[in-house]
């Protein structure tokens, strides 16, 4: 099963901050795309269960990926799917046999899935000694946000890193909620 424990911190970012990051790491040039595709059930079962599913798109390869509540940080199980596998979700609501499918089962979710929508992110990675630095500008529902995302392998070291990264740069603490509970909260706004 492709399962991996994510660990991460987040914080929301202004324009400038945003902007100011990724002159510090000359990031400007090393910009990649992707697309989130976001699911859930009629009811929001997934979500319900502090869960999230979502498919993404990334250099022409899809992968459907579960986010599910862990002791630290998220579990994520992934599954790569082909175009027409995405297609026939998105049209009909049931997953493909596999590793997502069996985790949703796990959890007790069996009902036909909805698509909520897209959000696309314009992602900078830079690596550095302590975790993976990721800067994202996301596009969803006629919005756009800025966030900085702080990947570690170690809970306690990897929040002291993060803290140390937020003063270094002069950036106040600002609460992330998850980029599907951002897209969902602006769908609800519009609904």
Do not use: W
Request: aromatic share 8%; hydrophobic share 35%.
């Amino acid at each position: 099963m492709a399962q991996e424990l994510e660990i991460e911190f987040k914080n929301m970012l202004t324009k400038e901050e945003y902007a100011s990051l990724l002159t510090t790491y000359q990031l400007e040039n090393n910009i990649k795309t992707q697309t989130n595709d976001y699911f859930d059930t009629v009811d929001f079962l997934i979500r319900e269960k502090g869960a999230a599913l979502r498919v993404r798109n990334k250099k022409d390869s899809l992968v459907l990926t579960l986010k599910q509540p862990a002791n630290e940080g998220l579990l994520e199980t992934h599954q790569s799917i082909s175009l027409e596998t995405f297609k026939a979700i998105k049209k009909n609501g049931s997953l493909p046999e596999g590793e997502v499918r069996s985790q949703l089962q796990e959890l007790g979710i069996q009902d036909q899935l909805l698509h909520l929508g897209r959000l696309t992110t314009h992602r900078a990675e830079f690596a550095t000694d302590k975790g993976l630095l990721v800067l994202d500008h996301s596009e969803y529902l006629n919005r756009e946000d800025f966030e900085l995302e702080f990947e570690v392998c170690a809970y306690e070291a990897g929040e002291r890193a993060f803290n140390h990264l937020l003063q270094q740069h002069q950036i106040p603490k600002r609460a992330a909620k998850n980029k599907i509970l951002r897209f969902f909260l602006a769908s609800q706004e519009q609904a």
